[in-house]
């Protein structure tokens, strides 16, 4: 079996578009930080940059850091967050089928 390495995806307009929709999507605090899904990425390595949410630092720590929440809740509520980072991207007219 072969495997190889899919590069990841980088695209600096998408992070500056999801850190500019300026409140959390989970608790609706201003000042948002584009995270990144924590799931299938290596050793210093960040999955790509559609797989980003618009979350204030205290909704960021919570998920990365996971304090009483197991490895899956956290992952569902980060998954929860990049979809709703998406319709509000969606809705604000910044992503849209060409």
Same mark, same amino acid.
């Given at each position: 079996m072969s495997f190889f390495k899919v590069p990841t995806h980088r695209?600096?307009?998408w992070i500056r578009?999801?850190?500019?929709?300026?409140a959390c999507v989970l608790c609706g605090s201003e000042g948002v930080q584009a995270a990144h899904r924590n799931q299938g990425?290596?050793?210093?390595?960040?999955v790509d940059?559609?797989?980003t949410a618009a979350l204030c630092p205290d909704c960021h720590s919570s998920i990365d850091q996971g304090q009483g929440f197991t490895r899956d @809740?956290? /992952?569902?509520?980060m998954d929860r967050a990049i979809v709703l980072t998406l319709r509000q991207l969606v809705? @604000?007219? /910044?992503?849209?089928?060409?």
């Open positions: 695209d600096q307009k578009a999801v850190a500019d929709l300026g990425k290596g050793m210093a390595t960040k940059d559609c797989l @809740q956290r /992952r569902a509520e809705l @604000q007219g /910044r992503v849209s089928v060409k």
